[in-house]
T-cell receptor, first 116, second 112 residues
Framework: AAGVIQSPRHLIKEKRETATLKCYPI?????VYWYQQGPGQDPQFLIS???????DKGSIPDRFSAQQFSDYHSELNMSSLELGDSALYFC???????????????FGSGTQLSVL | SQQGEEDPQALSIQEGENATMNCSYK?????LQWYRQNSGRGLVHLIL?????REKHSGRLRVTLDTSKKSSSLLITASRAADTASYFC????????????FGQGTELSVKP
């Protein structure tokens, strides 16, 4: 069965550079989520999209932006990278029909971002 | 953590023993879910328990939920070395269209 696909798997950037992470949700899933997980930390919610519209926003810095495209893939754009942005970034998708209650999330393998 | 505490933070047991992990949360919920994460990998959904349920089983997993205490426990019976991973609880915070809020996780090590 198709899973959530994220690319790249690893990314190394310098401070102040930009990075773009991509996510391809499971076909027919209508909701995409982005999470950030620092070393030894729990996943922190960044942002989500339902049917290509932003549906919720968490602790996402102003330097970050995200969007979901007509083919349902999503991109997380990160600018002016800082050392503290080094983390594992996960995308997840689910079929919520607008109601997240009682729905499980399917996670991708993540993008490990290292900012040097 | 946005969500609450999990305890223990780390647990080391022998194969065949049972492992119990606890989770507390802060808000009202519609459901509570448990996820597993192998080191550096994505999270995998294990089990979901609704707010009107008190106990749920799935294979070697048993989850309990006490909404009056805002707490849940995950029991893994007859543990195997392959169960070694981090385990996270997550809630929806009572909202209908948004994110899951994760706890800090329990790192389980099962020694063969």
């Amino acid at each position: 069965a198709a899973g959530v696909i994220q690319s790249p798997r690893h990314l190394i950037k310098e401070k102040r550079e930009t990075a773009t992470l991509k996510c391809y949700p499971i076909p027919r899933h209508d909701t995409v989520y982005w999470y950030q997980q620092g070393p030894g930390q729990d996943p922190q919610f960044l942002i989500s999209f339902y049917e290509k519209m932003q549906s919720d926003k968490g602790s996402i810095p102003d330097r970050f932006s995200a969007q979901q495209f007509s083919d349902y893939h999503s991109e997380l754009n990160m600018s002016s990278l800082e050392l503290g942005d080094s983390a594992l970034y996960f995308c997840a998708s689910s079929l919520t029909r607008g109601n997240v209650a009682n729905e499980k999330l399917f996670f991708g393998s993540g993008t490990q971002l290292s900012v040097l | 953590s946005q969500q609450g505490e999990e305890d223990p933070q780390a647990l080391s047991i022998q194969e065949g023993e049972n492992a119990t992990m606890n989770c507390s949360y802060k808000t009202s919920i519609n459901n509570l879910q448990w996820y597993r994460q192998n080191s550096g990998r994505g999270l995998v959904h294990l089990i979901l328990i609704r707010s009107n349920e008190r106990e749920k089983h799935s294979g070697r997993l048993r989850v309990t939920l006490d909404t009056s205490k805002k707490s849940s426990s995950l029991l893994i019976t007859a543990s195997r070395a392959a169960d070694t991973a981090s385990y996270f609880c997550a809630t929806d915070g009572g909202n209908q269209g948004g994110k899951l809020i994760f706890g800090q996780g329990t790192e389980l090590s099962v020694k063969p």
